[in-house]
């Protein structure tokens, strides 16, 4: 890509617009998986677990870094003789007691890792929302471990599509998917859900990327003005969330704490959601 090109496509993340999410704390860069729109990707159709099997056994050709954010991604193309495919590489695993950041916050017990990738992929299949991530295994890429996950044909991120103002051409379905990661964003405590990790792809499917700096401990929720309405299928995939289910599922990129936490704020969110059921009614509420 061109500097004139890759100077086009970055963008200054800012709030989400009113109707389509408010998160705080955006970081800025731009996606490291948001193509241009000019761009056609001819995707193999493979299931879940060939696409996992590629990720975990295919030989690394190409690398190159895909951004200019501050983890450190790169875009690695992959081959194993029949089929050649990118996919994104995330090896970021840093703690510190206390985070100053630029815009005057300050967190304690930092973590940033690519092991939240993996436990939110994990705990998205875990409630119906695998189609909204890429799938995401572990593996040791350029002498380090980390996440790897299958790079998306998408056309432009959230960001992109708020600056250029293109209206959604389903309002009501686009609006239905923002609903569902804003749950999740809550459930997993995600500080850093911004606009370039919120990717669009030509039939204008969501999809959720990076979620490094989630997993956080609080039983509480970030912030429950987020969330507004629910999907069925999801309100009842919490309440049948399994903790021993969980564990296993996310083990060992999750601890004990931390999935305390998702359980915590599983109850929260539960709860939150049937008394706003009580208060406007069913309709309002779950779709």
């Known amino acids: 890509m061109s500097p004139r090109k890759r100077k086009a496509s970055t963008i200054l993340l800012s709030l989400l617009a009113l109707g389509f999410g408010e998160f705080r704390h955006a970081r800025a860069f731009s996606s490291p998986q948001a193509a241009p729109a000019a761009v056609t990707v001819q995707e193999p159709q493979l299931s879940e677990e ?5 990720l975990l056994t295919a030989r690394v050709v190409k690398d190159k870094f895909a ?9 690695l193309t992959l081959s194993n003789g029949a089929i050649t495919h ?8 840093e703690t510190k007691t206390r985070m100053d950041f630029g815009d005057g916050r300050t967190e304690y017990n930092f973590r940033d890792s690519y092991k939240y990738d993996i436990a939110a992929y994990e705990l ?8 909204m991530m890429p799938v995401t295994v572990q593996r040791k890429c350029l002498d380090k471990n980390g996440a790897l996950s299958w790079w998306l044909p998408v056309k432009m991120d959230e960001g992109q599509r708020l600056s250029k103002k293109i209206t959604p051409p389903d309002p009501e379905a686009w609006n239905k998917q923002m609903y569902k990661m804003r749950v999740f964003t809550q459930l997993v405590f995600d500080t850093d859900r911004n606009l370039g990790n ?3 792809s030509e039939d204008w499917h969501l999809w ?26 999801l309100l009842e995939k919490l309440r049948q969330l399994d903790r021993e289910e969980l564990k296993s599922k996310t083990m060992p990129y999750l601890k004990k704490p931390e999935i305390d936490g998702v359980m915590a ?13 009580k208060d406007k009614g069913e309709a309002q509420v779950l779709y």
Request: net charge positive; hydrophobic share 45%; proline share 0%.
């Open 50 to 54: 060939e696409m996992r099997n590629f």
């Open 67 to 75: 951004s200019k954010g501050i983890t450190g991604v790169h875009r």
């Open 86 to 93: 990118d996919a994104a590489f995330q090896s970021i695993d």
């Open 124 to 131: 998205a299949k875990l409630l119906g929302l695998g189609d």
């Open 198 to 200: 919120v990717l669009i």
């Open 208 to 233: 959720m990327i990076d979620f490094s700096r989630a997993f956080r401990l609080y039983h509480e929720l970030e912030n429950a003005k987020n969330l507004v309405r629910c999907d069925r299928q």
């Open 265 to 277: 704020r599983r109850d929260v969110i539960v709860k939150f959601f049937e008394k706003l059921v």
